[in-house]
């Protein structure tokens, strides 16, 4: 059963302009990470540091075959020519100009292909896959209101102040222009870049900065689009989206309705060989230290395993180590994580043949859509962020790009998984949630994972899902522009 799936949702980027659309892009091995210090992670108020964790990788791995539930250092992982990346070119499930958010231009399909989206009106051209017009935008209306401050032009965009209260809607509405994006700003052009404001606050100040132009249309995020089932959520286009209630005793917890009943760790925290560390209304985890399992560990408690990582004794955990739930490990101590029992499903149904088995993809040989939103060569994880000092070691970064997704996808042996998603846990990360979606031959489940501690790399646990034939885990930043990271996404058979 997966443990609940938590969607996020969080306004759109307000800082996204016409640069923050792009293409899907398959990312080459790159050359060594760049040796000066970090760049900070796309929140302004956060100090420049240095990783809390970093781990070596293969730069040329793909999805691979990793045979056992050894740990991330283990030799010998042998790669599987029948996944992506290799020979089989039927693994590969090409994008869509849909799928990209595209209307014009041709683009990479992620599969080796074109793919032609169409062209533009004689009156427009296409820009980063959207039709904008070439006609002269006309800022005399900011020019000549005694409450605005006109400071740039293009042919695209006007750009300036408002020094009177009234917001940025209404400053781009004097020139007959959407708001693109707002920032922070004072009397006499002063624009504060790292302040990141939306267009559509009614946030108090006298003066901000408002840029103003044609751009495309925004396109207002649903609930589907979210994977929300209850909640009410920014739509990223200024307005609120309501997307329904649970029923008791259910709440909402990020867009989905999760049992409030509190589970009973009691009988871990009672056993002398088990130490109990966590103790939330979903989760009981913590440290066996009699060697017993933690199938036992988490049967004390009436509950399954749904995770098990590296431990040692006083609430120790190795987050990249990550072992199977069942059998002994013949360890004295290990990590567990528990959950509520359920019984197996019957319709994820496995073959002898070709039976479930560990596979890896890293970041490097994933696909990324709006390749200008991601940094990819500056560390050995892939992220998002903002601010143009990560251009230095990143020439395909665009400073203020902040949307972009990332796309692992697998050629998978039909039964239930563990998707574990490893990324670098900063102070600074999304707020809400990195989104991920877990796409299975047209069906999708979303699931949020929180990488808003200090706690360096870690390999989160996405959920447990029934997966077999193309599979795709996407790291979905397009409706937070929120930092998230990525350095690989692994699937663990799990019975359970």
């Not at 009699?290 to 004390?300: F, K, L, Q, R």
């Not at 006083?314 to 290990?334: F, H, W, Y």
């Amino acid at each position: 059963m997966p443990r609940p799936s938590l969607a996020s949702a969080a306004a759109c980027c307000a800082a996204c302009t016409l640069l923050s659309c792009g293409s899907a892009q398959v990312l080459p091995p790159p050359s060594a990470a760049d040796g000066s210090t970090e760049p900070h992670l796309f929140d302004a108020d956060s100090p420049l540091r240095p990783d809390a964790e970093t781990v070596a990788e293969d730069a040329s791995a793909g999805a691979i075959d990793a045979g056992s539930s050894a740990p991330d250092s283990a030799a010998g992982i042998s790669a599987d020519a029948s996944l992506p990346g290799a020979a089989d070119a039927q693994a590969c499930s090409p994008a869509t100009c849909e799928s990209l958010g595209v209307e014009c231009g041709t683009w990479p399909d992620g599969c080796g292909h074109d793919l032609p989206c169409g062209d533009c009106p004689a009156s427009s051209t296409c820009q980063q896959g959207h039709c904008v017009t070439t006609e002269r935008v006309d800022c005399s209306g900011l020019a000549n209101h005694e409450g605005f401050e006109l400071c740039a032009q293009t042919d695209q965009t006007c750009s300036g102040l408002f020094t009177n209260g009234v917001g940025c809607t209404a400053f781009c509405a004097a020139a007959g222009l959407p708001c693109l994006a707002r920032y922070g700003g004072d009397l006499g052009c002063q624009k504060e870049p790292q302040n990141v404001l939306s267009c559509a606050d009614d946030n108090g100040h006298l003066s901000d900065w408002c840029e103003c132009g044609r751009g495309a249309a925004c396109q207002p995020a649903t609930c589907t689009s979210l994977g929300a089932e209850c909640g009410t959520f920014a739509d990223g286009c200024g307005s609120d989206l309501t997307c329904g209630a649970c029923n008791a005793p259910s709440t909402c917890v990020q867009g989905h309705c999760v049992d409030s009943s509190q589970l009973d760790c009691s009988g871990i925290a009672a056993h002398a060989g088990f130490e109990l560390c966590v103790d939330t209304a979903q989760t009981c985890a913590g440290v066996f230290t009699n060697g017993a399992g933690c199938e036992a560990y988490c049967a004390a408690a009436g509950l399954r395993c749904v995770a098990s990582y590296g431990g040692d004794s006083g609430c120790q955990k190795e987050p990249l180590n990550i072992l199977s739930c069942g059998g002994a490990s013949g360890r004295l101590s290990d990590w567990c994580e528990c959950g509520p029992d359920v019984p197996p499903d019957p319709n994820c149904s496995t073959s002898a043949s070709d039976p479930p088995r560990q596979l890896e993809m890293h970041f490097r040989s994933a696909t990324f859509q709006n390749r200008s939103a991601w940094v990819l060569t500056c560390r050995d994880y892939a992220y998002t962020a903002m601010y143009a000092e990560h251009e230095e070691c990143d020439s395909q970064y665009q400073a203020g790009s902040c949307r972009g997704s990332a796309h692992f996808a697998f050629n998978v042996p039909r039964g239930r998984y563990d998707v574990f998603m490893t990324g670098m846990h900063t102070t600074n990360r999304n707020p809400a949630g990195a989104l991920v979606r877990v796409r299975v031959d047209g069906t999708e489940q979303v699931a949020t994972v929180n990488q808003r501690d200090s706690a360096g790399l870690v390999a989160d646990l996405v959920g447990n899902y029934c997966l077999g034939g193309n599979v795709e885990i996407i790291l979905d930043s397009t409706v937070s522009g929120q930092s998230d990271s990525v350095q690989k996404v692994r699937l663990v058979p799990n019975t359970r």
